[in-house]
């Protein structure tokens, strides 16, 4: 039987109905994937470009299909990471506000600072949620000087005491104190030299201003390559994956107790369980894939490293156990 065509303005009006609903039905499904919810934010204490920003949006992509909710990145940049971490613990327990930040950011300044300026106690108001990665950080040395290993640094350093000193990232972080444990250890006399960032700092040990500096080790690593920066050794209980080829300050024979730093995401304290479990479940999806592990290693020398909070709550602990006698003895006063 051969049905005639009607024209659309001819059809019955239960059947343009019934077109209707199903168009808009078309256009419902795909959203109810997503949830209603805010977007979740992710703050980051520092400019748009460096590594903690450039992470947390490859993270804020990648989340959005696991959590099937938008995630954004919102920069609050100034006093090395502070204004972020103290606008998260100011958010409401809801999951929808969490910090990126380097370890230093929490253990380094809880350990300089009294917590009537920076406004925030780590050790009870936030929510470990998780280790995110982790990366070698190095003594790092102008080729010129001839250096190649530790032992080979410390007979310059002592035959040439006008170079005694080191450039880090700042003043009161892990690669300030790393520098000056590994001095005590050797037996040196160093002076920190403060940069603002890793980048100036490569700058001038290139250019021979500096001939020491304390730095993550992926900012060095190209200079690296190509003969203008020697890599002396890491600062951790064992060598990187990423840098097999450079020994351990340890095994050299100053073991100055380093470590690799790391990224991890906090929460506001009081986070309902619910939540922390369905970021953690996302982040530990996420950090998997190829793309995102590649990402890290190719442009920042970083492993993806997933640990849970309560892995994150006693690294912290250990880190403040270690390093809190050691910012003692140093006499250390940050400017305010």
């Known amino acids: 039987m051969t049905i005639p065509h009607l024209p659309r303005r001819s059809l019955p009006a239960t059947v343009l109905a019934l077109d209707l609903?199903?168009?808009?039905?078309?256009?419902?499904?795909?959203?109810?994937?997503?949830?209603d919810r805010p977007p979740i934010r992710l703050l980051v204490g520092f400019a748009p470009g460096g590594a903690s920003d450039t992470i947390a949006r490859l993270l804020a992509d990648k989340l959005r299909e696991p959590l099937k909710q938008v995630v954004i990145v919102e920069n609050r940049p100034g006093v090395g990471g502070r204004l972020a971490a103290e606008a998260v613990k100011n958010a409401a327990?809801?999951?929808?506000?969490?910090?990126?930040?380097?370890?230093?950011t929490l253990t380094f300044q809880h350990l300089t600072y009294p917590v009537s300026v920076l406004r925030y106690d780590m050790t009870t108001d936030f929510t470990s949620v998780a280790q995110l990665n982790s990366y070698p950080m190095a003594l790092v040395v102008n080729a010129a000087t001839g250096v190649k290993t530790a032992r080979e640094y410390v007979a310059w350093l002592k035959a040439n005491p006008e170079f005694g000193?080191?450039?880090?990232?700042?003043?009161?972080?892990?690669?300030?104190?790393?520098?000056?444990?590994?001095?005590?250890?050797?037996?040196?006399?160093?002076?920190?030299?403060?940069?603002?960032?890793?980048?100036?700092?490569?700058?001038?040990?290139?250019?021979?201003q500096i001939k020491t500096g304390i730095l993550v080790a992926g900012d060095a690593i190209q200079h690296a390559k190509t003969g203008k920066l020697n890599l002396v050794g890491v600062f951790a209980p064992r060598r990187s994956p990423?840098?097999?080829?450079?020994?351990?300050?340890?095994?050299?024979?100053?073991?100055?107790?380093g470590s690799d730093g790391?990224?991890?995401?906090?929460?506001?304290?009081?986070?309902?369980?619910a939540e922390l479990a369905r970021m953690q479940q996302a982040l530990a999806q996420v950090l998997a894939l190829p793309e995102v592990r590649d990402m890290m290693l190719s442009k920042f020398l970083q492993v993806a490293d997933y640990k849970p909070g309560s892995e994150v709550d006693r690294q912290l602990r250990a880190e403040l156990d270690f390093w809190g006698p050691v910012i003692k003895a140093s006499g250390f006063t940050p400017q305010q």
Do not use: C
């Not at 995401?265 to 309902?272: I, Q, S, T, V, Y």
């Open 21 to 35: 609903t199903l168009a808009l039905t078309a256009l419902v499904i795909p959203a109810q994937a997503q949830s």
């Open 93 to 104: 327990p809801d999951g929808q506000t969490y910090m990126v930040a380097p370890n230093a």
């Open 165 to 208: 000193t080191f450039g880090t990232a700042g003043m009161g972080g892990d690669t300030h104190f790393n520098g000056l444990q590994f001095a005590k250890v050797a037996g040196l006399s160093m002076t920190v030299v403060p940069y603002r960032g890793n980048g100036p700092l490569v700058i001038d040990l290139i250019g021979g």
């Open 242 to 257: 990423l840098l097999p080829e450079v020994p351990t300050m340890a095994e050299q024979g100053y073991d100055s107790g």
């Open 262 to 273: 790391w990224m991890g995401l906090w929460g506001p304290k009081g986070l309902p369980a």
